[in-house]
């Protein structure tokens, strides 16, 4: 799964995919790469192992994956990066453009607003947001909230102080979750 931080600058703070993810997926392709080198080198025909290509492929495609939000409070700019290695996309919005960053929750699975979770066909989620003032919403994340476990709420009040956008969410953080012993 990818996971994403808040991380510091200079001049502002970005939500990115965390460095550990970069890191075991680019020593895997590295892994892959030497076993790979070894057994051509012994004579093995790749015909014998297309899985292993494979592999390496998806993992370096892992490695140089980009899902990076940059909120830069110098130029008062939030700037979209989106793509892997250097075939990126790119969308800047200015502060001004910025509505409020906005958490919502909705349950998977039921068209129901009031649905509530269950452990088998439905699951509670939710979606971490940029509303820009013409109602138009960039969606930064989705994420089931057993997953988040308050980290996005967390990233989102830091994004806000750093950058003092306003924040919207559309109920608190649900204080009365079931949390059974293996949970702690």
């Known amino acids: 799964m990818v996971r994403h931080t808040t991380y510091l600058h200079a001049h502002g703070i970005s939500y990115a995919v965390t460095r550990m993810f970069h890191l075991t997926s680019a020593l895997f392709t590295l892994f892959l790469a030497w076993g790979l080198s070894v057994n ?29 939000w940059r909120f830069d409070t110098a130029t008062q700019s939030v ?17 001004g453009d ?3 960053l906005e958490i919502t929750h909705f349950v998977r699975g039921s068209n129901d607003k009031d649905a509530k979770a269950n452990k088998r066909r439905l699951r509670a989620m939710l ?6 003032r013409d109602d138009e919403d ?5 994420i089931a909230e057993k997953t988040s476990q308050g980290r996005t709420e967390s990233s989102m009040q830091a994004i806000a102080s750093v950058t003092g956008l306003p924040l919207y969410v559309d109920r608190p953080r ?3 979750l079931n949390i059974s012993y293996k949970d702690l």
């Open 174 to 176: 649900d204080m009365d």
């Open 127 to 132: 979606v971490f947001s940029l509303r820009l």
């Open 40 to 68: 051509l080198a012994e004579g093995v025909s790749l015909l014998t192992m297309p899985h292993i290509p494979l592999l390496l492929l998806l993992s370096l495609a892992a490695a140089t994956y980009r899902d990076t």
């Open 79 to 95: 700037t979209s990066i989106y793509g892997f290695g250097p075939f990126c996309k790119r969308e800047t919005h200015a502060f």
């Open 98 to 100: 910025v509505q409020r």
């Open 138 to 142: 960039r969606t930064i994340e989705i």
